[in-house]
């Protein structure tokens, strides 16, 4: 079992920067890949990012690709997503999730990211 704990969500104006981090808990956080989702009001959840086990490997959707950096540190049991360059469209509530195999098994309560214009 893996329990996933987001932070650093907040409003920002357009152009600006957030860093969400996400606290897990359990020593097997290493076991998994993660990934950052976001779901925006009348939309479907999409993902924005994700990173292996050992951050050799990442995963960014065009729509933030050269804005978004997913890292992570097994160490302290944390992923991040620095977010830069923020857009209103980057507005929505932000998920992580722990995964192994392709499947996303366990997943945080969400963070709330909100970018006026």
């Known amino acids: 079992q893996v329990q996933l704990v987001e932070s650093g969500g907040g409003l920002v104006q357009a152009g600006g920067s957030l860093r969400l981090s996400c606290a897990a808990s359990?020593?097997?956080?290493?076991?998994?890949?993660m990934g950052w989702f976001r779901q925006a009001p009348g939309k479907e959840r999409e993902i924005v990012a994700s990173i292996s086990w050992d951050g050799d490997n990442t995963y960014y959707a065009d729509s933030v690709k050269g804005r978004f950096t997913v890292s992570r540190d097994n160490a302290k049991n944390t992923v991040y997503l620095q977010m830069n360059s923020l857009k209103p469209e980057d507005t929505a509530i932000y998920y992580c999730?722990?995964?192994?195999?392709?499947?996303?098994?366990?997943w945080g309560q969400g963070t709330q990211v909100t970018v006026s214009s």
């Open positions: 359990g020593r097997t956080f290493r076991n998994y890949r």
């Open positions: 999730a722990a995964g192994i195999g392709g499947k996303y098994l366990y």
